[in-house]
């Protein structure tokens, strides 16, 4: 956290208000874009995809409906 000072210990209100920023922030967020998701119904599978970060990789996934 930005401002977060281990001197001060963990009652800091900016700790605080700052962990709790983050972490609505990111539980407010879907782990994966709907738009990345498809069923493919010829198939009768789940493809998703990503862009995997550290190599720009495009990574496509196809997984029966079970085990999405």
Known sequence: LKNYD?????NDDN???DCVNYITRYTS???M????IKY???????RWWY????DEKYI???E?????
């Open 29 to 31: 967020r879907p782990p």
């Open 60 to 62: 496509e996934v196809y």
């Open 40 to 46: 493919e119904d010829d198939k009768k599978m789940i």
């Open 15 to 17: 700790n605080v208000d």
């Open 64 to 68: 029966s409906v079970e085990n999405f």
């Open 6 to 10: 281990p001197e001060k210990g963990g």
């Open 33 to 36: 874009a709907e738009n990345c």
């Open 51 to 54: 862009n995997h970060h550290e």
